[in-house]
């Protein structure tokens, strides 16, 4: 399984606020399911940043394209090399 970063942009409207509680529970499945690594939104920007677990780029597009949210994006997908994060690191070790 490879890993991929999904950058994108998205453009906010009224409807695109209703759509937001089902996007954030497919989103949650989509975590649960180890499917997504990290998932970071900037409203400042209009910004997504999505850490996706899949074989392909086109597995990535199959999932984005799911979201309810899915017709206010454009986006970019790529391979990642490497992905380093604190969350994947082994827990410190506290002596007692």
Known sequence: M??????ISFDMDEEFMTLVPPHRTYINFLLNKGVIDSYA???????SWITINAN??????DILDKSPLAKYWTYEIVELFVYDSQSTRLPAVQLN
Request: no cysteine; proline share 0%; aromatic share 6%.
């Open 2 to 7: 490879k890993k991929f970063q999904a950058i």
């Open 56 to 61: 392909t780029k086109k597995e990535v597009k």
């Open 41 to 47: 939104v900037s409203m400042e920007t209009q910004n």
